[in-house]
């Protein structure tokens, strides 16, 4: 069974950076998939941040592209998620998950991590 | 980018029949996705690519999309189907697209 489980700082401070990490267990990220970041701020609806397939294949909401970097690991079975420059539009319950054989839906999710974003 | 619209909220007698829509331009040239999401936890897929259903989702769960509008019908509702439920597609440019959400309410 494919278990996701992201982590990080549950508080960043504005202006800063906002850095997480998805564990994956249970598949080897090195066999293939796409592995992406979703987001949903406090009573607010689901946001794709981006996804990433290899190192070189990462793709990003255009409205946050700027400022996300996805990328991907597989000695270590995670991916990571940075936002630059965040603000209080930024605080949210982000998700990690894996995307179908399609790659254009998310099969598998992470339970979410809530990030606040405040001095 | 490419935009999806859900109605805010939809009400259902218990044991009737929910449709919850999900419109968009040409959707029915698309693959659709749906998951429902309970209070305080992760989205479950429920529906992929317009009728298909994971292992594990009842049968009461189905989908239907062509022309505009895409649909999720959830036949013999039941107070554990009340959550939020999202549409979702992947597009070629603006890769993926979740709709605003639905809340359903089973009276």
């Known amino acids: 069974q494919v278990q996701l489980q992201e982590s990080g700082p549950g508080l960043v401070k504005p202006s800063e950076t906002l850095s997480l990490t998805c564990v994956v267990s249970?598949?080897?990220?090195?066999?293939?998939?796409?592995w992406g970041w979703i987001r949903q701020p406090p009573r607010k609806g689901l946001e794709w941040i981006g996804s990433i397939y290899d190192p070189g294949s990462a793709h990003y909401n255009p409205s946050l592209k700027s400022r996300v970097t996805v990328s991907v690991d597989t000695s270590k079975n995670q991916i990571s998620l940075k936002v630059t420059s965040v603000t209080a539009a930024d605080t949210a319950v982000y998700y990690c998950?894996?995307?179908?054989?399609?790659?254009?839906?998310?099969?598998?999710w992470g339970q979410g991590t809530l990030v606040t974003v405040s001095s | 980018s490419y935009e999806l619209t859900q109605p805010l909220s939809v009400s259902v007698a218990l044991g009737q029949t929910a449709r919850i829509t999900c419109g968009g331009s040409d959707i029915g040239s698309k693959s659709v996705h749906w998951y429902q999401q309970k209070p305080g936890q992760a989205p479950v897929l429920v529906i992929y690519?317009?009728?298909n259903r994971p292992s594990g989702i009842p049968e009461r769960f189905s989908g239907s999309n062509s022309g505009n509008t895409a649909t999720l019908t959830i036949t013999r509702a039941q107070v554990g189907d009340e959550a939020d439920y999202y549409c979702?597609?992947?597009?070629?440019?603006?890769?993926?697209?979740f709709g605003g959400g639905t809340n359903l309410t089973v009276l």
């Open positions: 998950a894996r995307q179908g054989d399609g790659p254009d839906y998310f099969d598998y």
């Open positions: 249970g598949y080897f990220m090195s066999s293939g998939y796409y």
């Open positions: 979702q597609v992947w597009d070629s440019t603006t890769r993926m697209a």
């Open positions: 690519r317009d009728t």
